[in-house]
């Protein structure tokens, strides 16, 4: 039977989330029940709010970084039982036969994969709705286990914010005595730091804005270098086997580029568009040297992510909000008043 849920959704592009009422499906026989605990606050839900990739659809339940706790399962479903802890992060769906997704690269699925929210479900075509709600039901494909070790409400931005610089650390093999850059200190430029830290290599934090070397230093940077600073940056020349740029809007990468090391990329994984103004292709040539890109993870590497910070003991630097705040949160994050993310307390649905 179909559950009637409460949640958070947005009616158009200018309207304040508010509450709103919704069903989720029936679940199907692969599917997973879970209460959702914790939601974090991504900055594409603000995105997609306010519909600026221009594909947004109303009304709209954000959220893609779900804790929850199992309260049932469908007769198919043998890795996960009433009451386990889980996490549901940005897909819910995807195609499953293709090449990307016979890798555990779902995200990169051939077909595209389906969106937690703001998409459509590829069974029955009804719109998926996020992780600002009492419930959610998901293929159990599409859930991932949260160690007993990770304190949930710092888990919650793992299943976006840490996943999405953890995929390129691992694509790009950083390890003991890498040496890996960090452009930007939000939500993704945190969590890269602890991850890039943790997993051994040489950290350093770039950034415009003078003042942040000690929150860098006490997430794992080894250095802090002022971007806007031609003598600080003259003395990196040559330094980074990655950069992990984590700027969301258009901005120059030209002078990152002689920071590369020969065979060196900076990989983007917070800016979705053009680049303005275009890179010089003359460093890269002369120093076989890339501009790439990268989007979240799939199940597995998420997986990985997961259970590697249960070992570690790493999680987000979290605020946790209640829901009736979430308007004024989507205000504080424009003007990036926070550190490093906002997390939901869904108990406060029930107020």
């Keep these: 039977m179909a559950m009637n849920v409460l949640g958070y959704a947005a009616q158009s592009a200018k309207a304040a989330l508010v509450p709103y009422r919704f069903y989720r499906r029936e679940p199907r026989a692969d599917d997973v029940v879970i209460e959702i605990l914790y939601c974090g606050v991504c900055h594409s839900d603000l995105h997609h709010v306010q519909n600026d990739w221009g594909r947004s659809t109303y009304p709209l339940v954000p959220g893609h970084e779900i804790i929850g706790r199992v309260t049932a399962v469908g007769p198919e479903v043998t890795r996960f039982k009433a009451g386990d802890r889980v996490g549901v992060g940005c897909l819910v769906d995807s195609c499953r036969p293709c090449s990307a997704c016979g890798q555990g690269l779902e995200q990169y699925c051939e077909e595209l994969p389906t969106l937690t929210y703001d998409d459509k479900d590829r069974h029955d075509g009804m719109p998926t709705f996020g992780g600002y709600s009492e419930r959610i039901v998901v293929s159990d494909r599409f859930v991932l286990r949260i160690p007993d070790a990770l304190d949930l409400e710092g888990a919650a931005p793992l299943l976006c914010a840490g996943i999405t610089t953890w995929s390129p650390l691992r694509h790009w093999k950083v390890g003991k005595g890498s040496k890996v850059a960090v ?94 103004p275009a890179v010089n292709s003359v460093p890269m040539i002369m120093g076989r040297k890339a501009v790439a890109g990268s989007v979240i993870g799939g199940l597995p590497e998420t997986q990985e992510l997961l259970d590697f910070c249960g070992e570690h003991g790493i999680v987000s630097d979290v605020e946790v909000i209640r829901i009736q705040d979430i308007n004024a949160a989507y205000e504080r994050m424009l003007r990036s008043d926070v550190k490093y993310r906002f997390v939901i307390d869904m108990a406060s649905l029930k107020a």
Aim: hydrophobic share 45%; glycine share 12%.
């Design 183 to 276: 452009v930007g200190l939000g939500g993704l430029g945190h969590m890269a730091l602890k991850l890039a830290s943790t997993l051994g290599a040489n950290v350093t934090l770039f950034t415009r804005s003078p003042g942040k070397e000690q929150d860098a230093r006490c997430l794992g940077a080894d250095r802090v270098v002022l971007s806007t600073d031609e003598a600080q940056m003259a003395s990196v020349k040559g330094e980074f086997d990655l950069i992990i740029d984590t700027v969301p809007y258009a901005h120059d990468l030209n002078p990152y580029m002689p920071t590369l090391a020969l065979s060196g990329t900076l990989v983007l994984v917070g800016y979705l568009g053009p680049l303005e």
